[in-house]
């Protein structure tokens, strides 16, 4: 019988709660704020991070895990008797983590005997935040249920080849501290009361649209939103250190959907260090890309 363990980062945004609920493996992305090393998740709660953000001279960066961390993660798991490993990571056009999983499990069955009696199955999420962890979530209840390998592993491939973030900034300072967006552009932007909204699906980030004023985030979100999901599939709301945005987009799409939210996701550091964390978006189902 297969002993299954999912493991993932901490760009999926997974509560705690549900991480232990259901035996989930979160490695913990390295944070540097103001010169001093960080660990998401471990040294602060999302909340104590976004005002570490306000507070820092110089803005948080982020740092990707190991190589030689995953590898001591497969080792570990093969001690515990795991026969498969499905390891979902954020997504390999963001982040240099996938390729450091994909060298550790070659360098994991180089080093380990029998190695071969754990495999290691390695899952680009190609997104982040709700994205990545929604399926996350979904992997480890088909886990404990008892499902096979290839279903777990059917269910991922098709979930992230389909699923996007639709979000919005309801400020571009950040952007503009990360280097995200030139000083200039956040400017204009500013000046002229442009949001832009940001969709990224498939590692793909594009803004296929801008608003003008804060009240006509949410409509246009709802309005993307419509135009693209699949009709009747469960959807998620994420949001950084206002939940009013939540509720808001919450409340917005159930009356034209029909239906609540599945997830109400709080994005953490991992996110919040590029975009911000004055944040409100939509994570859907879509239709297929190749």
Same mark, same amino acid.
């Given at each position: 019988?297969?002993?299954?363990?999912?493991?993932?980062?901490?760009?999926?945004?997974?509560?705690?709660?549900?991480?232990?609920?259901?035996?989930?493996?979160?490695?913990?992305?390295?944070?540097?704020?103001?010169?001093?090393?960080?660990?998401?998740?471990?040294?602060?709660?999302?909340?104590?991070?976004?005002?570490?953000?306000?507070?820092?001279?110089?803005?948080?960066?982020?740092?990707?895990?190991?190589?030689?961390?995953?590898?001591?993660?497969?080792? #570990?798991?093969?001690?515990?008797?795991?026969?498969?490993? $499905?390891?979902?990571?954020? !997504? +390999? %056009?963001? =982040?240099?983590?996938?390729?450091?999983?994909?060298?550790?499990?070659?360098?994991?069955?180089?080093?380990?005997?029998?190695?071969?009696?754990?495999?290691?199955?390695?899952?680009?999420?190609?997104?982040?935040?709700?994205?990545?962890?929604?399926?996350?979530?979904?992997?480890?209840?088909?886990?404990?249920?008892?499902?096979?390998?290839?279903?777990?592993?059917?269910?991922?491939?098709?979930?992230?080849?389909?699923?996007?973030?639709?979000?919005?900034?309801?400020?571009?300072?950040?952007?503009?501290?990360?280097?995200?967006?030139?000083?200039?552009?956040?400017?204009?932007? #500013?000046?002229?009361?442009?949001?832009?909204?940001?969709? $990224?699906?498939?590692?793909? !980030? +594009? %803004?296929? =649209?801008?608003?003008?004023?804060?009240?006509?985030?949410?409509?246009?979100?709802?309005?993307?939103?419509?135009?693209?999901?699949?009709?009747?599939?469960?959807?998620?709301?994420?949001?950084?250190?206002?939940?009013?945005?939540?509720?808001?987009?919450?409340?917005?799409?159930?009356?034209?959907?029909?239906?609540?939210?599945?997830?109400?996701?709080?994005?953490?550091?991992?996110?919040?260090?590029?975009?911000?964390?004055?944040?409100?978006?939509?994570?859907?189902?879509?239709?297929?890309?190749?």
């Amino acid at each position: 019988m297969n002993k299954i363990k999912i493991l993932t980062d901490s760009s999926c945004d997974i509560p705690k709660d549900k991480e232990k609920e259901l035996d989930i493996k979160i490695m913990n992305f390295p944070i540097i704020v103001d010169g001093k090393d960080y660990h998401e998740r471990v040294d602060f709660d999302s909340n104590e991070y976004f005002k570490m953000m306000d507070e820092s001279a110089e803005f948080p960066s982020t740092s990707q895990i190991t190589m030689f961390e995953f590898l001591e993660a497969y080792k #570990e798991l093969f001690k515990q008797g795991f026969t498969d490993v $499905i390891h979902i990571t954020i !997504s +390999s %056009t963001g =982040s240099n983590t996938h390729n450091a999983a994909l060298m550790a499990r070659n360098e994991f069955y180089d080093e380990v005997e029998d190695a071969d009696r754990m495999r290691i199955h390695i899952v680009d999420s190609a997104n982040y935040t709700a994205v990545q962890g929604y399926g996350v979530i979904q992997a480890g209840i088909k886990a404990q249920k008892g499902s096979s390998v290839d279903e777990i592993l059917s269910y991922l491939e098709d979930w992230y080849s389909s699923a996007e973030v639709i979000f919005a900034a309801y400020t571009l300072k950040y952007a503009k501290r990360s280097g995200r967006i030139s000083a200039t552009a956040a400017f204009a932007g #500013e000046m002229l009361g442009l949001k832009p909204i940001i969709k $990224i699906a498939g590692g793909v !980030s +594009s %803004t296929p =649209s801008k608003v003008r004023g804060d009240k006509n985030i949410i409509p246009k979100i709802v309005e993307m939103a419509e135009d693209e999901m699949i009709p009747h599939t469960p959807y998620c709301i994420v949001y950084g250190s206002i939940k009013e945005y939540a509720d808001e987009l919450s409340k917005a799409m159930t009356k034209k959907f029909g239906y609540p939210p599945e997830w109400i996701c709080q994005i953490g550091a991992a996110v919040a260090s590029n975009a911000g964390h004055q944040v409100a978006g939509v994570v859907i189902k879509s239709n297929r890309r190749k």
